[in-house]
């Protein structure tokens, strides 16, 4: 049986049926010109991606920075800053934003020894009295002061840490800017003084209190958890309204007065985005208080303060627990990856715990949004019981609690959460 012919090979003109080298020569302009083409096509796909990228994010800008504006809070314009490289503290003061004129309050009229009680992020924070005008009267202020013999770059950011005060505007549950000194240094940022102090210590008071079975001047009942978790929610709204994020809510970043209200304070991350558009990279937020996307450092977004939130019920339902106090910091992703949450205290109620899980949910689009939050919270607030007060008889040791919670020690007795 005969086989059958082979198809002849295509051949250069002038090759001979059995030169091998000149076959292969016929495709050498296809095996060079192919992957160069691709290359370019590759290149030009990546050129264009890069460019609508680009795009987007410019025309994102403008539309924040039209949404914020119409909402009564500007980016402030960043050819105002001078260079800090060549500028001396008394070139920062003479360029500061004239806006903060409306603010100055006279030096005269802080009167009395300035008490210091703690060092916050810029220098120390003192307690004075504030003498009243006409229709006034006297109160107790909270003074922020830049410390002795800054640098530019401290004066300038200090600055713009009262502008963003300044700024913000005024809510019930947001810690209130009454005024600045910066016509010389040192620099003060003048806040309101609320009376019981951050949250944190509060709960750790009552725990005290509770345990010593003295008479219990605050006694914490599970309505008034969710009071306090509405007047936050309230307070973060306000912030995200104007597209800024708070980035670190926790117990010890609230401030309570003697009638349980509630005041979110610790926005330096908010001022950095308002004033950079970006978080600066000082900022140590506890990992056993963030978001999973905060922790695998994605963005982060406004769901990521409402898994925050969580936490926050969590320390107020347990008088200021750490969260997570079996698992260590560095764990803390992994033991979220797997599926597992903060188990039930036993001082907390079904609903109120429903409502924590329902902040600690892995995706962010099934965490429930501001409205929803209120109305489930008021919900509870109207069926929660308000004659049993919380006891837990265990006292805080705080050496302790900064190892457990992943916190440095110094951070809960040396600092100030209005800063």
Same mark, same amino acid.
């Given at each position: 049986?005969?086989?059958?012919?082979?198809?002849?090979?295509?051949?250069?003109?002038?090759?001979?049926?059995?030169?091998? $080298?000149? =076959? /292969?020569?016929?495709?050498?302009?296809? /095996?060079?010109?192919?992957?160069?083409?691709?290359?370019?096509?590759?290149?030009?796909?990546?050129?264009?991606?890069?460019?609508?990228?680009?795009?987007?994010?410019?025309?994102?800008?403008?539309?924040?920075?039209?949404?914020?504006?119409?909402?009564?809070?500007?980016?402030?314009?960043?050819?105002?800053? *001078?260079?800090? +490289?060549?500028?001396?503290?008394?070139?920062?003061?003479?360029?500061?934003?004239?806006?903060?004129?409306?603010?100055?309050?006279?030096?005269?009229?802080?009167?009395?020894?300035?008490?210091?009680?703690?060092?916050?992020?810029?220098?120390?924070?003192?307690?004075?009295?504030?003498?009243?005008?006409?229709?006034?009267? %006297?109160?107790?202020?909270?003074?922020?002061?830049? +410390?002795?013999?800054?640098?530019?770059?401290?004066?300038?950011?200090?600055?713009?840490? =009262?502008?963003?005060?300044?700024?913000?505007?005024?809510?019930?549950?947001?810690?209130?800017?009454?005024?600045?000194?910066?016509?010389?240094?040192?620099?003060?940022?003048?806040?309101?003084?609320?009376?019981?102090?951050?949250? $944190?210590?509060?709960?750790?008071?009552? +725990? +005290?209190?509770?345990?010593?079975?003295?008479?219990?001047?605050?006694?914490?009942?599970?309505?008034?958890?969710?009071?306090?978790?509405?007047?936050?929610?309230?307070?973060?709204?306000?912030?995200?309204?104007?597209?800024?994020?708070?980035?670190?809510?926790?117990?010890?970043?609230?401030?309570?007065?003697?009638?349980?209200?509630?005041?979110?304070?610790?926005?330096?991350?908010?001022?950095?985005?308002?004033?950079?558009?970006? *978080?600066?990279?000082?900022?140590?937020?506890?990992?056993?208080? %963030?978001?999973?996307?905060?922790?695998?450092?994605?963005?982060?977004?406004?769901?990521?303060?409402?898994?925050?939130?969580?936490?926050?019920?969590?320390?107020?339902?347990?008088?200021?627990?750490?969260?997570?106090?079996?698992?260590?910091?560095?764990?803390? $992703?992994?033991?979220?990856?797997?599926?597992?949450?903060?188990?039930?205290?036993?001082?907390?109620?079904?609903?109120?715990?429903?409502?924590?899980?329902?902040?600690?949910?892995?995706?962010?689009?099934?965490?429930?949004?501001?409205?929803?939050?209120?109305?489930?919270?008021?919900?509870?607030?109207?069926?929660?019981?308000?004659?049993?007060?919380?006891?837990?008889?265990?006292?805080?040791?705080?050496?302790?609690?900064? %190892?457990?919670?992943?916190?440095?020690?110094?951070? $809960?007795?040396?600092?100030?959460?209005?800063?």
């Amino acid at each position: 049986m005969e086989s059958e012919p082979r198809p002849a090979s295509r051949s250069l003109l002038g090759c001979s049926s059995g030169d091998n $080298l000149c =076959i /292969v020569r016929e495709y050498e302009y296809e /095996v060079i010109i192919v992957p160069v083409f691709m290359i370019f096509v590759f290149f030009i796909i990546l050129g264009l991606i890069l460019w609508l990228r680009y795009r987007n994010h410019k025309e994102m800008e403008e539309i924040n920075d039209g949404k914020d504006s119409s909402r009564g809070i500007q980016r402030p314009n960043t050819s105002e800053h *001078i260079a800090l +490289r060549e500028a001396t503290v008394e070139g920062v003061l003479s360029c500061k934003d004239p806006y903060l004129e409306t603010f100055e309050i006279p030096r005269d009229r802080i009167t009395g020894d300035l008490q210091k009680i703690r060092t916050g992020t810029f220098g120390p924070i003192y307690k004075a009295q504030l003498l009243p005008k006409e229709s006034e009267k %006297q109160q107790t202020i909270v003074i922020a002061a830049l +410390r002795d013999s800054p640098s530019a770059r401290d004066t300038q950011l200090f600055l713009d840490r =009262i502008r963003f005060h300044a700024k913000l505007g005024k809510h019930p549950n947001i810690v209130d800017m009454l005024g600045c000194c910066t016509d010389q240094l040192p620099i003060y940022l003048i806040m309101e003084n609320v009376s019981e102090g951050d949250l $944190l210590n509060f709960l750790w008071t009552c +725990r +005290r209190d509770v345990m010593a079975m003295d008479k219990i001047p605050f006694d914490i009942t599970e309505k008034q958890i969710f009071s306090v978790a509405i007047q936050v929610v309230n307070g973060l709204e306000y912030l995200h309204q104007k597209k800024l994020l708070h980035g670190d809510v926790a117990a010890r970043n609230v401030l309570i007065h003697h009638d349980f209200t509630a005041k979110i304070s610790g926005l330096s991350i908010a001022s950095d985005i308002y004033n950079r558009s970006m *978080i600066l990279m000082h900022h140590k937020i506890p990992l056993k208080w %963030q978001a999973p996307e905060h922790l695998m450092k994605k963005p982060v977004t406004e769901k990521s303060d409402i898994w925050s939130l969580g936490i926050l019920m969590y320390e107020m339902v347990t008088l200021g627990a750490p969260p997570y106090p079996d698992i260590p910091p560095r764990q803390i $992703l992994q033991f979220l990856q797997r599926g597992h949450r903060i188990k039930r205290p036993p001082t907390c109620g079904t609903t109120l715990y429903n409502i924590m899980k329902s902040c600690w949910e892995w995706r962010e689009t099934d965490r429930p949004t501001y409205p929803d939050l209120k109305k489930r919270l008021e919900a509870g607030k109207k069926n929660a019981n308000d004659k049993i007060v919380l006891q837990v008889p265990e006292e805080v040791v705080p050496e302790l609690y900064a %190892q457990v919670a992943g916190l440095e020690e110094s951070f $809960l007795m040396d600092n100030f959460t209005i800063l």
